[in-house]
């Protein structure tokens, strides 16, 4: 985080939050059912080893929510949604469990704040970035 404009940054706090990406089918599918998995990308990536094990194609979606609601208003008994379980919840589809490839899976936020005198050139008082990094474990 430290080149460009992040540099004017400095951290105040971090936040890890323990992820579980799951499973999610409309009701009465079976697990070897499924043929397509949709999610958001890093959701796919955590979940790259079960989706290549049981040799799944991959859509992509914006976001993890969005997945389950296209599966559950799909009708389709061969697609599955990579998402929480709240998720699955939510939209009324069969949890198949976790299949996330590590049991400590997370992501981190860092919470920011401009640095005084540092900070020339940037407006307002908070940033919102995504940073793609490697998707491995540690």
């Known amino acids: ?5 992040l540099r004017h940054f400095e951290t105040i706090a971090t936040v890890t939050i ?17 043929r397509r998995v949709m999610s958001q990308k ?4 955590q979940c ?8 799944l194609l991959q859509s992509t979606t914006d976001d993890t929510l ?16 990579i998402a929480s379980s709240m998720a699955g919840r939510t939209h009324g589809l069969k949890d198949h469990g976790p299949i996330n490839d590590y049991d400590q899976n997370a992501t981190k936020f860092w919470l920011l704040t401009a640095m005084r005198g540092r900070s020339k050139g940037i407006s307002g008082n908070h940033v919102g970035m995504t940073i793609d990094v490697s998707d491995t474990a540690g």
């Open 66 to 81: 969005q997945a389950a609601n296209l599966v559950s208003t799909s009708g389709s008994m061969s697609l599955g949604a």
């Open 1 to 5: 985080l430290g080149s460009g404009v």
């Open 48 to 55: 790259a080893e079960y989706i290549k094990l049981h040799h």
């Open 18 to 34: 323990p992820i579980s990406q799951h499973l999610l089918t409309l009701p009465g599918v079976k697990e070897s059912d499924v």
């Open 42 to 45: 890093p959701a796919l990536d």
